[in-house]
């Protein structure tokens, strides 16, 4: 037998499976010093182990809660209730009662306490439960302390927490409830208290809020709080609410809500200097926990009493620094269209490949750029990224309007340009894109050929060095030209013939159906597949139930089936490297997962003709050609026409020739990542058989120099690589901001544009049109279910998204600028186009009737 009760006192963190998480947290919140915790107790979970083993008969039911259907609600509902009522209606023991009246008794009997529930999970006391289980406020006397301890008990199987458990895959037998008894304070006033500001994540402010009575009534959101935050020990912001209600404490037991005296309702209820006493202690509490801490409090007799703490999740990390200067982070994953955490392998391999340092955060990557702003040359430059990002552009210039943030540097030689001054001018030549292309396709057969020998640290080596000539080819000036003057020249086309012919983003139908993009060409190459298998009912019957990404080889065995293997293994030799998320090398590619493509191949197959994918390129050939052939027409009638008419032709056949190539380096890295990772993967298997891994997929979670340590010592860390799993699940759960500083403050940009009709949600215009049509949120390629006519609303599309496009109408997501993945493969598809609609997920709900304004960049719902 354990011990049943512990007080405050006897507890730390580590805890954590017999107290949980809150009662952990309590004791731990005990021990430092000038903290004033209320006295208190925990009945630990060797008591609610007792109380289980009382009643044989909740054993039989508790087998049945895992076959529960998470989404049945009436037989969770009829089980749990038995189970609770089964709980609360034990005896408690005597030696079990008899201990927590002991304790009671130490504490004052006749005193009004505070029951709360603490739940653990065995195998994860980390997990969080918040908000899942009960608390009961202003309990007077041993028989009603002992009977609300059975009701947490209880709390452990009420319905919302048993569906949590079944979705979520806790087992309930390993789920234990803790008990904390806490004696109430009845304070004048009570509130919460944020060492790091919850709107803007500011680590250096400290935010407060505070009301009259009990606390509770500010965590339920009854009434309205006052604010303050403060920075540097003073009081930066503050706001008094009208405070109407407080919940107070009633004679009988229990709590009321009572009226505040209209002279008192606007009274602040904190002085400054309370206010600034408080925030020293949520600062001291931070720093004995190591990390940004949300707190609950309350103020009795000009003393402030400490009731819990918990760690803030939401906060998004902030890149480790060793100095204490000012940073100014831009996140990479909005450039690159891939805001997803990536694992330490990929990370460490973005990190080889990209000339500019990037720093980690919450397993995503960015690059400081508060040397940029300081000087003015590169802060043109940045600023001009604003351009393609608004966002970006508004955040980065309010982080400028501050006096202090930004050091003021002279000019420096300009970094990041090309050694040897401008790159010379080319010209508007096709042989240039082909020959690059060429280059890098002999190069990655040569890497194909040469690695096939390397295994051990001198695969490492090799890769270290192909990594070189990776960089070679991705970083080439001519390359970087070509994409550059077609990305200026669209420009160029929209300033003048906005200007000229009031034409707005003409140059979006101008690219449409251009050659040499690698990516549209991946679209219509699957509808090519599909051609293949459509004249195949059986082929495309057993395609509809296939689950297993062995299926390629059973193909064969059907009518047709020989014909459909070698289309779809003829667009993975082609395509197979790419997926979604495809810059981290860990992400599973199609060639790996050939199941994740079929939904959009059954798609195409369904909702297309033969030969569409010819005819959508043609057709968009023809647009093209015709918006050209009116626009020059239509400058030829204006002063020096002519002129201005030779003047776009020659933009418009730069832009054609050249704009196709923007997504090729892409291809050729990722084409290269695939080559390095399968090798890797080999070099994985190779130590799982020597007992050093245990599963080849665990190499993801180090990073290359350390996995080049492991093949050298046939050692690994088995914990660094458990710790790393744990959090790269923790990352998945937070959003990365667009821009943050090193205070951890995320800098909001926002679209200054008027003319927007209220209520529709505004982004940025990348590809012209207007569209409406059935919204369908798609999160994951592999749950594509669309008819034509549907317009796609998702969070983010790098080049893997592109065979989807072919079938929608339309596209609306989160993150992008006018030259991110999407963008640039919608305006060749001529599909109207808004990016950057922050939350477009969850504004825009499924099925809803959209109309896409892709020429001035807003979404409106329809009634």
């Not at 070189?468 to 070509?482: K, N, P, W, Y």
């Not at 549907?790 to 600028?817: K, R």
């Amino acid at each position: 037998m354990g011990s049943y009760v512990l007080g405050f006192q006897e507890i730390d963190q580590t805890e954590v499976a017999i107290v949980g998480g809150k009662g952990a947290h309590l004791g731990e919140l005990s021990r430092i010093e000038r903290i004033r915790v209320p006295a208190g107790f925990c009945v630990t979970t060797d008591g609610f182990r007792r109380i289980m083993a009382e009643a044989p008969s909740i054993d039989e039911r508790l087998d049945r809660l895992p076959r529960l259907n998470p989404d049945d609600r009436e037989a969770i509902r009829t089980l749990s209730t038995e189970i609770r009522r089964t709980l609360e209606g034990i005896a408690i023991p005597d030696d079990l009662a008899a201990a927590i009246t002991l304790a009671l008794a130490r504490l004052g009997e006749q005193a009004a306490y505070a029951v709360r529930s603490s739940a653990t999970a065995e195998d994860l006391p980390t997990a969080s439960f918040a908000g899942q289980h009960d608390t009961y406020l202003n309990i007077v006397g041993p028989a009603a302390i002992l009977q609300h301890i059975s009701r947490c008990w209880a709390s452990l199987f009420t319905e919302r927490a048993v569906t949590y458990r079944l979705r979520n895959g806790f087992n309930h037998r390993k789920v234990y409830m803790a008990v904390v008894v806490q004696q109430m304070v009845f304070p004048h006033a009570a509130g919460i208290l944020f060492t790091a500001d919850p709107v803007t994540s500011n680590r250096k402010v400290v935010s407060v809020e505070a009301s009259f009575g009990l606390g509770e009534a500010l965590v339920s959101g009854l009434v309205n709080a006052d604010m303050y935050k403060v920075r540097d020990g003073e009081v930066v912001a503050k706001a008094v609410a009208t405070k109407q209600l407080a919940i107070h404490a009633s004679p009988a037991g229990g709590t009321q809500e009572e009226a505040i005296d209209p002279e008192r309702q606007e009274q602040p209820a904190l002085t400054d200097a309370q206010v600034v006493r408080l925030a020293q202690l949520g600062r001291r509490i931070e720093s004995h926990f190591g990390r940004p801490q949300d707190i609950e409090w309350c103020l009795v007799d000009d003393e402030f009493q400490i009731v819990q703490s918990r760690p803030i999740t939401t906060l998004f990390p902030i890149p480790a620094a060793d100095d204490q200067e000012n940073h100014v982070y831009i996140s990479v994953g909005h450039q690159q269209m891939m805001t997803d955490p990536m694992k330490p392998l990929g990370l460490s391999f973005w990190q080889m490949t990209t000339p500019r340092p990037m720093f980690e955060a919450g397993g995503r990557l960015f690059v400081d750029v508060v040397r940029d702003l300081g000087s003015p040359t590169s802060r043109a430059r940045l600023l001009a990224l604003g351009k393609s990002d608004p966002l970006i552009g508004d955040a980065l210039q309010s982080i400028l309007e501050r006096d202090d943030f930004i050091p003021s540097l002279p000019d420096a030689s300009p970094a990041g340009a090309p050694a040897g001054g401008a790159p010379a001018p080319i010209e508007t030549d096709p042989t240039i894109v082909t020959d690059l292309i060429a280059r890098n396709q002999e190069s990655i057969a040569a890497l194909k050929r040469d690695i096939r020998t390397k295994s051990g640290p001198a695969l490492f080596d090799f890769i270290l060095m192909d990594i070189q000539e990776l960089r070679r080819i991705l970083f080439d000036r001519q390359s970087h030209a070509v994409f550059m003057s077609a990305m200026e020249a669209t420009w160029w086309l929209n300033e003048r013939l906005e200007a000229w012919l009031g034409e707005k983003n003409a140059a979006d139908t101008l690219t449409q159906s251009v050659p040499h993009n690698v990516t549209s060409g991946m679209g219509l190459a699957l509808l090519g597949v599909a051609d293949v298998i459509r004249p195949h009912p059986e082929v495309v019957a057993f395609l509809q139930r296939v689950d297993d990404d062995g299926f390629l080889d059973e193909l064969p065995a059907l009518a047709g089936g020989g014909e459909a293997r070698d289309a779809i293994r003829g667009f993975l030799d082609m395509y197979g490297m790419r997926c979604v998320g495809e810059i981290d090398i860990t992400k599973p590619r199609w060639s790996e997962r050939p199941t994740t493509l079929i939904p959009v191949l059954l798609g195409n197959i369904k909702n297309f003709e033969p030969g569409a994918g010819a005819q959508r390129f043609e057709q968009g050939r023809q647009e093209a050609w015709a918006k050209e052939q009116e626009l020059l027409e239509r400058l030829r009638t204006l002063p020096e026409g002519e002129q201005k008419a030779e003047e776009v032709k020659r933009k418009i056949d730069r832009v054609r020739t050249f704009i196709g190539y923007r997504e090729y380096p892409k291809y050729g890295m990722v084409s290269r990542y695939f080559v390095y990772k399968q090798a890797l993967l080999e070099e994985a298997g190779r130590l799982v058989q020597a007992h050093v891994l245990r599963e080849k997929e665990d190499i993801f979670y180090l990073r290359f120099q350390e996995l080049h340590e492991v093949a050298r010592t046939a050692q690994v860390d088995q914990q660094l690589i458990a710790q790393r799993k744990d959090a790269f699940r923790s990352y998945q759960a937070l959003t990365p901001p667009r821009v943050f500083t090193s205070d951890g403050e995320v800098i909001a940009g926002a679209y200054r544009r008027d003319g927007v009709p209220a209520g529709a949600f505004v982004g940025l215009p990348v590809s012209a049109g207007t569209v409406e049509g059935r919204a369908r949120v798609i999160l994951d390629m592999a749950d594509a279910d669309l008819e034509p006519g549907d317009i796609l609303v998702t969070a983010y599309t790098d080049p893997s998204w592109t065979p989807l496009f072919v079938a929608i109408a339309g596209l609306v997501t989160e993150v992008g600028g006018l030259m991110t993945h999407g963008a640039v493969i919608a305006r060749e598809y001529g599909l109207p186009a808004v990016v950057g609609v922050e939350h477009a997920t969850r504004l825009i709900r499924d099925g809803q009737r959209i109309r896409v304004h892709g020429t001035d960049g807003y979404v409106e719902i329809l009634p």
